[in-house]
C-alpha cells in the first residue's frame, strides 16, 4: 500500500506471475499495462459488512448471479448445488451476508469462519466450517434445535456467507424481525445479523437479539529468494582487527609527509588442533555475520544478517538463503 498525501492506495507491479486486481480484467491485464508497470487501485472511503434477507421467489438477479458460482463450488460440497435434494436456491428464502474484500484480502480463511447467535445474552446458536469445505454446520450449543445440520455455505474467495437455515432456534422468544412485516419469528439463521429498521412502520430496534461474526483472512505475499555463495578459498580474509593476533601494535606510522600502517603484522591462528599441546597448522577463518545486496549498479540496497555468524574455512563451500518480501 502506498500513501500519497492523506490518501492511501493498493498497488502492485505487472510481473510474470500475471498477479492482478480482482477489478482488472484478464484482457485489460494483458493489452493496457506493459511488465514493470505499476497497477493501482483505490480504497472505498467507507465500507461495511452487509446482511440482506431474500423471501421466497424473490431476488432473482442475485439468484442468478450466484447460480454458476455456487455449481462451480459443487465439487467441494453437494450443499453449493443450485438446485439438488437439499434444497432450491431458485426459490428458498435465505440471507446474504456480503463481506467487502477489503476485510479478507484474498479469500476468507477455510476453518475459520464462526458465527454466534444470542438471545438476551444467551447462546442459542453456533455455526463454524468446521468441515473446511464451506459447509456451515451447528455446532452448539449442545443439543440445540438444529444441532449438527448445515446452515448455509461459504464462498470463501468471493466473500459471500449463505445461510438457510430456518429451523427456530429458541421456540419460545420471537421477535418482528422482518421490518417489511409485523409476524413474529423465532431467532433463526434467516435472522442473523437483522437490526431492524428506523424507517419501518413501526420502527423495530431488536435489543435482545445480537450477533458474532468472527473470520480468518488470507494474503499471498510476493517473496523473492536469493542464493549468496561463498566457495572455496573466498571471503577468507578479513580486514577487521578482531583478526590480528593479540599483543601486536597496529597503529600507524604517521609523519607530516609519511602515512605507514604495519606490514609484518599476524592473523590470529583459529584453526582447531589434534592436540592440546600442539600448535595447529595455520589456515584462515573468517566468521560471516552480514551480507550485502546491490544491484546492477553496485549500489548498496539491504543488507541480510545471520542468527549467528557462520564459521568458513578455505576448503568450504557455504551457500546462504536469502529471503525478501515484496
Known sequence: MLVTGSIPFPFMTKEGSLEAFKTVSAGNFSSDF????IISGTYPYKTSISSDYYREYTGNNIRSALKNTLNHYSTISPHYLYESSYGDKGVEE??????????????IKKGS??????VTGTLVGHLKDSKRNGELVQVGPKGSNGSGS????VLYKEGFLYLSGSWSLKDDYTEMYDVDSIDQYNPSWLWFMATGS???SPPRYFSSSSYGLDFQATETIPTLTMFAKAGRGEFNHSNNTTAIGHGQNIEAFITSSVYEEP??????????GNYADEEPLFEKI???SK????????NLIGVAKVAQPVRKNQNENIAFKLKLDM
Open 34 to 37: 506493459s511488465y514493470g508497470q
Open 94 to 107: 435465505f440471507k446474504l451476508i456480503s463481506i467487502p474484500s477489503i476485510f479478507y484480502g484474498q479469500s
Open 113 to 118: 469462519v464462526d458465527l454466534k447467535y444470542y
Open 150 to 153: 448445515i446452515a448455509g455455505i
Open 198 to 200: 428506523e424507517t419501518s
Open 263 to 272: 606490514q609484518d603484522l599476524v592473523l590470529e591462528n583459529m584453526s582447531n
Open 286 to 288: 573468517t566468521y560471516i
Open 291 to 298: 551480507i550485502a545486496l546491490y544491484d546492477e549498479k553496485k
